[in-house]
């Protein structure tokens, strides 16, 4: 049940050059809502995670968080906020530990730990991604996969008010896949709100209460997954033809 707006995106956009990567985006997050942003490759998804985070500041347009315009804010100062992020291509902190690298993330981010009570959060989470017995490894021997369950463990501890998820799930094998989408659904039971961008449609389906379509940078379809994924104009986007 949704219990008011956390975010909420006023005809945004973002122009590189003369690259229009978002163009005139607008839509809303609820309160315990799971956001699936679609759309295929190109389409603006990952810019528009950048321009909430604050990566990038937009071209135009107004982002507010719990009414609070965040649209000219740093990275650093939306984090404090409440936005905590995945990114599609993993970044660690290669010169600490797995246990440093999520720490950090309580350090730095929006709930602040310190001490015995960051400590014990990070193996709590680590424990909570499958990573207990990594704990003291350096993030260099970690495969990717692993990397991907440091990262989120890092956004978690900061107890974000809005999760980020950029491809979280891209890449991993059946077993994998099935575990990461319930780890996700654990964190909407806890009453997480959480945008998901996501090529794999049955995690959409299975996950997300909602989705915004985009495509060359534009909004171009917006309701239940199941309803949207049938939509001509998004299935054109895709594949390149209604029909297919």
């Not at 246990?99 to 730095?108: K, Q």
Request: hydrophobic letters at 45%; proline letters at 2%.
């Amino acid at each position: 049940m949704a219990l008011g707006m956390v975010l909420t995106v006023e005809n945004v956009s973002k122009q590189f050059g003369g690259l229009h990567a978002v163009q005139g985006v607008s839509f809303g997050l609820e309160e315990n809502e799971v956001l699936g942003l679609i759309g295929p490759n190109g389409s603006g998804k990952t810019t528009m995670l950048n321009l909430i985070s604050g990566a990038y500041k937009p071209s135009a347009g107004r982002i507010a968080l719990y009414g609070k315009d965040i649209s000219g804010s740093s990275a650093n100062a939306i984090a404090t906020m409440g936005v905590a992020r995945t990114f599609q291509i993993v970044r660690m902190l290669p010169s600490l530990t797995v246990l440093e690298n999520v720490a950090a993330g309580g350090v730095f981010g929006h709930g602040r730990r310190w001490g015995q009570e960051l400590e014990e959060s990070a193996r709590s989470l680590l424990t909570r991604v499958g990573l207990k017995n990594a704990e003291d490894a350096p993030v260099s021997v970690l495969t990717y996969i692993d990397q991907k369950r440091v990262e989120l463990a890092r956004a978690l501890i900061s107890d974000p008010k809005v999760l980020l998820l950029d491809e979280w799930l891209a890449g991993l094998s059946a077993s994998e896949l099935e575990t990461g989408i319930a780890l996700i659904k654990e964190l909407r039971a806890e009453g997480r709100t959480i945008i998901v961008v996501e090529h794999v449609m049955d995690a959409i389906r299975s996950l997300c209460d909602r989705c915004i379509v985009m495509n060359s940078g534009a909004k171009i379809a917006e309701g239940a997954p199941k309803n949207v994924l049938a939509d001509s104009e998004v299935i054109r986007a895709y594949l390149g033809t209604a029909d297919a």
